[in-house]
């Protein structure tokens, strides 16, 4: 949005090109302000298997949703290629999610790398089935265990919000209950409400943008991504 030159009314030619020429400047910087650099995630699902690896734990990413609530902060979700987890107890949540993740960097599987978020899929967390979520506080870890056999219209609606939801506590987001800076009525991606109205068009309020965006998980056509490694932080 810019400023509307056809709202203006000129009285002359001249009087014309005195505004053009600060209107012109003015719509230059409006344009700057109000189109944030396209920033990137890259996630990266981690998909657990029995110990010879068969029966997957369900991998619906229902990624259009999830791409649509960062969309909102001008964040384009980079879906990586689908990695395994091989080991039953993790897979059913019989272990805890502490022992899953130190299992994961000695397997490799995540803890260096390019920054990015690994999308654990389970049918249990910490013992309990799905549907549900666990998501590190502004780390790079998050488990999601879908609904057995999920194929209702608000199963499905709940899991979209699980797999935002998670991904928006390693990006900074907070519950609304716990973030002044948002209504905790509001029917946003870490508030109350319907499944399909926490995924729906306002899921991400002004101020959880903002937190997005100051996420250092996001990369930007201007990073040297290949120079970039570290390790993970784990915070309960
Ligand atoms: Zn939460």
Redesign the pocket.
């Known amino acids: 949005m810019g400023v509307k030159m056809s709202s203006l009314v000129v009285s002359s030619c001249v009087l014309f090109l005195v505004l053009l020429l600060p209107l012109q400047v003015a719509q230059a910087s409006a344009n700057i302000v109000e189109e944030p650099e396209l920033a990137y995630l890259l996630i990266e699902p981690v998909i657990c298997r029995s110990d010879s690896g068969t029966n997957a734990a369900m991998s619906r990413l229902h990624r259009d949703r999830v791409e649509a609530v960062y969309a909102q902060a001008d964040v384009e979700l980079v879906w990586l290629a689908e990695r395994y987890f091989d080991c039953s107890a993790v897979r059913d949540g019989s272990v805890d999610v502490d022992s899953i993740v130190i299992e994961g960097i000695e397997r490799g599987l995540w803890g260096s790398g390019v920054p990015r978020i690994s999308l654990i899929l389970v049918n249990a967390i910490n013992g309990v089935p799905g549907p549900r979520?666990l998501?590190m506080q502004s780390g790079s870890i998050c488990f999601v265990a879908a609904a057995e056999g999920a194929s209702g219209s608000e199963n499905r609606d709940q899991e979209a919000f699980a797999l935002a939801?998670?991904i928006?506590?390693c990006l900074g987001l907070i519950?609304t209950v716990d973030d002044p800076e948002v209504a905790d009525d509001i029917s946003c991606i870490?508030g109350a409400g319907e499944f399909s109205e926490r995924i729906g068009e306002n899921s991400l309020q002004p101020s959880q943008i903002t937190t997005v965006r100051n996420s250092p998980f996001l990369l930007f056509k201007s990073m040297n991504v290949s120079s970039t490694n570290r390790l993970d932080s784990y915070i309960n």
Request: avoid cysteine; charge should be negative; proline fraction near 0%.
């Open positions: 979520g998501g939801h998670e928006g506590h519950h870490m």
